[in-house]
Structure formats: structure tokens, C-alpha cells
């Protein structure tokens, strides 16, 4: 307790995290029937080092405003900006975890954890930085493994540490812990919680899981079908890490189902 | 029988030892083999002698070596042509006859079931192979019946086994020179064609200009057999040796390319938005990752490269190169030297299947990651 009270304190530095501003953001598709548009007017700021999830209905357009974020594409219509300059091309400092880990079959954990600093050509000065990754995610015995021979949860894990050791000012998570089943989900919740607060940086996620997303996230952002637009925001002003049977979470879920058009369920 | 009993005592003998050794002679088995030969073998012998069963099949494997002796030795030549006796044939039946002897031996080395180390997997090996060598031991017998000792097959389109130690000792430089010459001008022209064909088929899998261009020409061009070129390619180029390079460089590259190319385009696209988010350059993602993702295709491409380079450099040597093993074939055809043909086919069927080996076994170690996922 006292080391959450303590990151608690602590000022978001600016060094390790960044601040995104998506304003008026639009975007359309070029399909064979005619543009096709997944994003209307989006509106979102995400303060240095906060961690925002966003919910939505399938195919509504999370992943899209992801891949727009981390410069993967040029928007249509309106600004994204990281800490002031627009986002026009992928940068090292923010990085994307995909649903599935996309780990390289042909390279070891350790080279796919390499890849970023190989590709930045800092390897060599760096090389300190692999371990260290593989180690906080809890890879180091399986280094000189290939993929092939991982589980799904540790594929997931090596994914996790080849964002992280490119120190990401913001990171991006798209349904991270989709695939995975539900006891190394739960785990790993508890791992990217405790990841983020060491390490400071913004996170951007986008869940199927309201849970998920009220267990991780400080603000929950509710998208509606395509094109997505959003719809609502929900503070989750608690403490980490937090407990799964909070009452004030277990409220707040139960908004948000209701906002959702999911309310009977209940 | 001797080798009989003596393998009886040596399957009483070590039991006692292993039991005061090690109450589980299973466990300690494996540990004895990395010691050094002669120990290491000893203590493999003993800790699985326990296991101990005469390896019976390779009885089989002993008695066809032993025919193919006796009929070599016993039998008299039926005098044919212009051939009293076949030369080489006492020397064949000889060689019959201690390989007989060494089946023998491995027969009793097979025994040992569980024997670990280079002894255990000359047995392993052994019984792996026995049922071929009884193959071979026959069809060899029934060649040398049919030929040399009946004349059943009529030279000069026949010819015994043993006449071709003959041809391997008297025309062994001509052969080795042929077969030098084959190798370096087969290697010359496969080497361009896969260095070119990777290149090209990298080059029409990423960029959308040389598509346009390349990919056409390869449809159009492509089917057209190297062969039907040779002509051509005689005429204009400076001398049949570089002609030949570059159809056998053709017959290569082309399936290279093509393979290379559905290679790289049916790449994971997420690969490229991983690596380009941890800011790779345009260089990084065609060598660290088009590249090395394609290369299981590129395997498969340069298999039916060189499939189709062996073809092109035969007709090459036996149209227009004066050396090498197409050439030694016309040249043996033009002698009625049948037996030599027989020879260098046989000098021929070893290179090219070597080469592919060779190839095999160049690929599991560059595709080591691909275990347990793809294997053909
Ligand atoms: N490259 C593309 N070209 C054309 N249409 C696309 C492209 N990428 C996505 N779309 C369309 O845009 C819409 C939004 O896709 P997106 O992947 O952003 O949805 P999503 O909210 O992430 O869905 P899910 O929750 O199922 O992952 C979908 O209808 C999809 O078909
Ligand atoms: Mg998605």
C-alpha cells in the first residue's frame, strides 16, 4: 500500500510519457462500394502518463483510431498531435501490442524482443535494455526459444516486451488479452497494471471486456457503432492496484453496460 | 557359430556388473556415451547387454552377399563377343564376400538393442538399412547371373556389375574430369540464377513499378523451356560455356522468382506494422523482414531450380560443352561404349542426388524455426 500511495503522489513526468490530442478526427475507407466512413469527429485527450480504454461494438472503428494514433496511417480529416507535434508516421516512441503477439516465427524470443533496437540501429549501445525487458515480463529462461514452442500467454508476454523495451511514451494496446483464456487474462491484467506504474508511460486500450477495461483503466470511453463517435466518458477515480469486487467499479460497470444498450442484462 | 556364442557370453557377462554399478541401468545408460570411444563404448556394450537379441534379419543380409560371392567365383563366365572372361570379376566376388562378412558382424553389433553412443547407432543404423542391403545383394546377383555367367542380357547393351569396377579403374581420370567440369558449370549457372532470382522475385513482390514491368515478362518468358534457347544462346554468346551458364542460371532463376515473389507478397501484413512502429527503414523491412519470411518458399523454388538446372546442363554438355558427364554419355554412346555409359550415369545419379541433399540439409539449418510448424 505504501508504494501506491507513493506513485499516487507522483507528477506524471513528461520524459516518459506523452500527451495526445486527437481533435475533429474523421476518417473514411476507400471500399469498392464508395468511402466508407468508421470515424466521425473524435475528440480525445489523453494527459501524460494517464491509461484511457475504449469500449465500442464490433467493427465501430477502435482499431482504426489506433492504427491513425500510431501514425500506421494518415487520417482523413483532423489532427492528432503527441505532446504538440502532429503524428504523421510511426515512431519508436509509440509502440502497438496487437491481439495476436505477431511475434517473427524465424527469430528467437530474445531477437523479436531485439527487433526495435536492431531496426533503430542501437543494438549494440543497448543490448542491456532486451534482458531487462524479458525479465520484467518474466522470459528470461526462454530467450533462445522460438515462438512456435511458446504458449499463448507467454507469446503474449514476449509481444509485451518487445513494445516495452523501447521505452514507448505511449503505448498502444489493441485487445491485448483477447485471445487468451481466462485465468492467464486475469494475471496478466495485474501485470500491465503493474507494468504501467513502473514505468510510466500513456496507454491507450481498446477492450471487448468492461471489466478489463475498468480494472485498468483511470477513463473509460464509449464509442458507438460505425462510424464511431463518442458517446460517453467514465472516470474510474480508484486506487491500484485495484480489487475485482470494488462496489463503486461494480456500479460503474453497470452504467456503462446501461450505456451500451446492454442494461437488462444486468 | 563362433560369433554365436561369443555374443552368448557377452550377454551373460555384464549383467552382474551393471547391477553393482547402478541399481537402474536405464539412467545410467545415456550418461556413458559421452566418454571417450573405447571406454565409452565398452560401458554402452555392457549397460545394455542385458537387452541382448541376435539381430536374425541380418542373416538375410549375409546370405545374398554370400550368393553373390559364390555365384561370382563359382560360376564360370559365358564367353560373349569379343570378351573371353569379364575383368574384375574374382575381385567383385571377393568384395562379395567380406562385405558378407561385415554383415555378419553388424548383425551381432545390432543385437545390442539399447547400446547408446557411435556402437548403438552403427546398430540402430544397421537394422535401419538391413532389409536395402538384402535388396541390393539380390538385384546384384541376378545382374551378374543374367549377364556375365548365362548371357541371358547381351553385351554391348549389357554389362555385368563387375565390369564396371573395370571402367571406374581404367577411365577414372576422363570420369573425375568430366564430373569436376559438370559440377563447376552446374554450380556456376545455379548460384546467378538463385542470387538473381531471389533478387528479382524480392523486387516484383515489393515494388509496384518493377511488378508492372518484370512480372509479365516472367509470365510470358518464363514457361519457355531453357532448352529450346540453347541454340540461340550457342550463337550469341562468346563461347558455350558462358552460354551455358546462363541457361542453366535461367532454368534456375526462374522458379526461383516466381516462388520468391509469392513469398514475400503473402508476408504477414501486421510483420511490417510491427517492425515499422519500432522504426525500421525501408532496408530493414525487405532484408530483416520480407526476406526471412519468404525464405520457406524460396526453399521451395530452389528445389525446382536446381530440378531444372541438372536437365538444362545435360543437354548443354551432350549439345555443345566438350567436357563434363553429358558429354562423356554422347561421347561413350559414339564408341558403343555402353559399359562406360552405365558407369557415368551412375557417377551422375550420385552428384545430383548429393546436391540435393546437400540442399536438404542447407535448408533445416536455415529454417531450424520452422520445426514442428511446416516439414515436407
Ligand atoms: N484497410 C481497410 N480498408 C477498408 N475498410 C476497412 C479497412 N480497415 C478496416 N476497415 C473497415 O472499417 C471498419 C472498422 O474497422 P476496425 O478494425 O477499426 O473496427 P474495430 O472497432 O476495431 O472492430 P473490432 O472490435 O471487431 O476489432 C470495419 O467495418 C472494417 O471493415
Ligand atoms: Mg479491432
Redesign the pocket.
Known sequence: MVEVLERESEPATSGVASHISINNLSHW???PTGA?Q?LDDVNLDIAPGEFVALL??????????LRLAAGLEPATAGTLTQDGRPITEPDPSRIVVFQDPTLFPWRTVRDNVALGLEAQGILKQEGARVDAALKKVGLQDFAQVYPHQLSGGMAQRAALARALVNNPKLLIL??PLGKLDSLTRLEMQSELVALWRKNGFSALL?T?DIEEALFLAQRVVIFSP?P?RIVAEFKVDRPYPRHRGDNVIADLRHEILNCMGLGTSW | MSVMSSAAILGQLPIGATRQKSPSPAVAAPQVSRGSVAPGTAKAIAASAGDFRFYWFGLFAVAAWLALGFIALGIPDKPAGFNDVWPYTQEFGMGALVLSALWAVLSVQAGFRRATGVFGRIGAMFRYVAPWIVTIGIFLAVWETLTAKTGVLEPPFFAPPSSLIDIYVSDYARLAESAFNSVKLLLEGVIWGAVIGLAVGVAIGWSRAINYWVHPLLRFLGPLPPTALLPIAFFFFPSSHAASVFLIALATGFPVAILSWSGVASVNKAYYDVARTMGASEWFLIFRVAIPAALPQVFVGLFMGFGASFVVLVVAEMMGVKSGLGWYLTWAQGYAAYVNMYAGLIVMTIIFSSLISLLFSVRDRVLVWQKGTVKW
Open positions: 475507407f476507400e471500399t466508407l468508421v465500442g461494438p464490433s467493427g465501430c472503428g477502435k482499431s482504426t483510431l489493441d485487445e481498446v471487448h460505425r464511431a
